[in-house]
């Protein structure tokens, strides 16, 4: 089942491409990607999350006990994966499009 | 949730997250807590309004996004059809929900009232009568009938079909072992029960006018109502003061020896379960149902009034030494069923397993297809024949 890639979702997708991570490493590693702009909240990351699961981008991959707090990991499936790389191209190339017309258009001044 | 989340935090998120649909609760509960707790500042004993608040949201939107489309609803609520399976999950949170058997019956009020109304809008009287006694039929069917309505739901929504994926909610038809309410949870039940009774009789015996009596004419009894006078007032709360005396007697000699001489058999085929919401919900529609009875025939209820009283009474101290006893230990008393058969000094009878059903993840891992019949695929283990454990 396809999913429509929010800037959040992709960017929680994104934060599980080196390495499966429990929901408090996602929350700090979109911080960390989006230059301190995103901060997802719990409500909103386990929404993204359960929607990335069904979806079939992510899947549990095991949890373990630290200092009493369960953590359970996450990590992307060759199908998370592959979304992933088709968004990255995408916003790729519309950012090369947008350079391309920004870099032919002057600032507009005040008249 | 672990000794590393803050037991006044846990609570606070528990309270957040009662928004989510229970089986998700069950599933995730523990991990969001500790998300939580790791983002909350040092220290914290509640979760931020801010915080709690996207957990609201992100609730609300789970349960919607799980819920069946309108349409579907509708037929699955009005006319029992069965949903998609895609929908199972949402329908087990249903059907063992604590609303499932008084949402069922109201739609039956519901009818049942449209059909006697209908009359009235041809100018005739409105049936208030009818409705007076189908509120507390319908509370009492609720009680008695509960359980039944909601093993049929789980048959005919849950049970994985052929062709169908197994899913954790999946359910297979099976011998179980027999439920039964753990002792702990009974006692508590029971004194709620007790209490509620005391209260209502105690009231019906102070503020009743009337009660219904009995007057002997020639060779026969003619039914009446009397007054309430302040003897028949009396002479009730006497005798509820008397179930009181009785009930401490006992406390403070039987219950105790009685607990203690309890010799339980070996109960292979019997689950120990919690009364849960969905027993609470009967209990409830049991105690409000009797309670709108009496309301309907005060004199009955009035001249009934002081025995139920003294019953009540004479319950709660019992129950309260019951309770110190399975507490401290001592008993082999482990489900109320245990508790009533202890107290009257019977002996011991080891459960039967029962019709019931089984988690199709017992039979076929998540996520496989059942068979179809003939399909040699089918080469499964025989579905059925667990009995150490519920569906």
New interface residues.
């Given amino acids: 089942m396809a999913m429509r890639l929010t800037e959040q979702a992709y960017l929680v997708l994104l934060a599980l491409a080196d390495e499966p991570r429990?929901?408090?490493g996602v929350?700090q590693e979109v911080r960390t990607l989006s230059g301190g702009t995103v901060r997802l909240?719990?409500?909103?990351?386990?929404?993204i999350l359960?929607r990335l699961v069904a979806a079939g981008y992510a899947e549990g991959s095991g949890?373990v006990?630290?200092?009493?707090?369960?953590?359970?990991y996450y990590r992307l499936t060759p199908e998370g994966h592959d979304a992933l790389t088709a968004e990255t191209a995408r916003l790729t190339a519309l950012a090369r499009r947008a350079d391309r017309l920004l870099g032919g258009v002057t600032r507009p001044g005040i008249a | 949730?672990?000794?590393?989340?803050d037991a006044a935090f846990a609570r606070s998120v528990g309270r957040w997250l009662r928004a989510y649909p229970r089986r998700w609760r069950a599933a995730?509960a523990?991990?969001?807590t500790?998300?939580?707790?790791?983002?909350a500042p040092p220290g914290a004993r509640r979760l931020d309004l801010?915080?709690g608040l996207?957990?609201?949201?992100?609730?609300w939107?789970?349960r919607w996004?799980e819920h069946p489309p309108p349409l579907a609803y509708l037929g699955y609520v009005a006319l029992e059809l069965r949903l998609d399976p895609r929908y199972r999950d949402w329908a087990r949170d249903d059907i063992e929900g604590p609303w499932f058997v008084v949402r069922r019956w109201g739609v039956a009020f519901a009818v049942v009232g449209a059909i006697a109304w209908l009359p009235v809008l041809g100018g005739d009287d409105p049936p208030l009568d009818l409705v007076r006694w189908w509120a507390p039929t319908m509370l009492l069917g609720i009680a008695i009938w509960g359980g039944h309505w909601r093993a049929r739901m789980v048959a005919r929504q849950l049970v994985v079909q052929p062709g169908e994926t197994v899913t954790r909610s999946g359910r297979i038809p099976g011998v179980v072992a027999r439920p039964r309410i753990g002792a702990r949870s009974w006692i508590a039940a029971a004194r709620v029960v007790a209490v509620t009774v005391l209260v209502l009789c105690v009231a019906l015996l102070v503020l009743a006018p009337n009660r219904t009596d009995a007057v002997r004419e020639g060779a026969g009894l003619q039914i009446t109502s009397a007054p309430m006078t302040a003897g028949a007032r009396s002479l009730g709360l006497g005798l509820a003061a008397l179930g009181a005396l009785v009930g401490l007697a006992l406390a403070r000699g039987a219950v105790g020896a009685r607990l203690r001489a309890w010799r339980p058999v070996a109960q292979p085929y019997r689950w120990v379960v919690p009364l849960g919401a969905a027993g609470r919900s009967r209990l409830a529609a049991a105690v409000g149902g009797g309670a709108l009875l009496a309301l309907w025939v005060p004199g009955f209820a009035a001249l009934l009034a002081g025995p139920v009283a003294a019953l009540a009474a004479a319950a709660l101290p019992v129950l309260a030494a019951t309770r110190r006893g399975v507490s401290e230990g001592g008993t082999g008393v482990v489900a109320g069923i245990d508790v009533v058969r202890a107290l009257r000094r019977q002996p011991d009878r080891a459960d039967t397993p029962v019709d019931g059903h089984l988690p199709a993840a017992d039979w076929l891992p998540v996520g496989t297809v059942v068979p179809l019949p003939g399909d040699p695929a089918a080469a499964a283990p025989t579905p059925g024949t667990a009995v150490d454990r519920r569906g």
């Fill in positions: 429990h929901g408090y929350v909240g719990a409500g909103t990351l386990y929404g359960d949890e006990v630290v200092d009493g707090r369960l953590r359970r | 949730m672990g000794p590393g989340v995730r523990d991990e969001i500790a998300v939580l707790a790791d983002l801010r915080s996207g957990l609201l949201v992100a609730g939107r789970t996004r």
